[in-house]
């Protein structure tokens, strides 16, 4: 079965300074790879998407990458502030027209003052 | 500018009892989907559907629970007969037809049904 796993449960960061979040996959790579962002009670909120054939994305203070050697995307926030602070899920689609996502668990990011 | 609504947002159930969840994808949107989250645990696939079709209900267990997506209102997950194991968010999402859209198929998310079963 196709699993994705977000290493850390919880990571703390300064204020100010870059966040990194790790996803890994296994078996064959996704199609694509999206990060979303989930405050407690509330729905995942779309952030990013990158494709297989994609290395890098950006959007503000956000970049995503997708390295297919390692199996594994990377999720950075630049210049981290407060209201940063949520969990961040990751997920894989098996390919375009079918959404059926397997997520991963999450990482709880906390920015610190 | 509505997104996708989901109603209702907490549901208190007895065990035995039914439960009925209902959500209105976005304006344009003709692909739901829903999905499951326990507690301390990852969002879970139930079912794919389009207008008066299941898609994909690969996720979705084989008793108990049912989903429909009428050509008119709202798609609906149904839990006959809740046991505590039930008690879960359930996120609904929708999208549009494939090849729309700026990101091609991004899906949107609900706020989510919060059921609780005592």
């Known amino acids: 079965s196709q699993k994705i796993e977000q290493n850390s449960e919880a990571l703390n960061i300064q204020e100010g300074k870059t966040a990194t979040l790790t996803c890994n996959y296994t078996?064959?790579?996704?199609?694509?790879l999206q990060w979303y962002r989930q405050d407690p009670g509330r729905g995942p909120v779309f952030l990013l998407l990158?494709?297989?054939?994609?290395k890098e994305k950006r959007k503000e203070r956000l970049k995503v990458t997708f390295d297919t050697t390692l199996k594994q995307s990377l999720f950075h926030i630049t210049a981290s502030q407060p209201a940063d602070s949520a969990t961040y899920l990751c997920a894989r689609g098996l390919n375009f027209g079918n959404e059926k996502l397997t997520f991963g668990t999450g990482t709880r990011l906390t920015i610190i003052p | 500018n509505a997104g996708v609504m989901q109603n209702p947002r907490h549901l208190v159930r007895r065990r035995g009892q039914e439960a009925r969840l209902r959500c209105s994808p976005m304006k344009g949107h003709s692909h739901v989907y829903w999905y499951r989250q326990l507690p301390e645990e990852g969002l879970k696939f139930m079912v794919y559907?389009?207008?008066?079709?299941?898609?994909?209900e690969s996720g979705m267990p084989k008793e108990r629970f049912s989903a429909e997506f009428p050509k008119e209102g709202p798609s609906i997950l149904r839990i006959q007969q809740v046991v505590r194991g039930d008690s879960a968010a359930y996120f609904c999402a929708s999208s549009p037809p494939s090849g729309a859209g700026s990101f091609g198929h991004t899906i949107y998310f609900g706020e989510g049904s919060w059921l609780t079963v005592v």
């Open positions: 559907l389009q207008k008066e079709n299941i898609i994909d």
């Open positions: 990158i494709r297989e054939n994609e």
């Open positions: 078996n064959y790579s996704p199609a694509y």
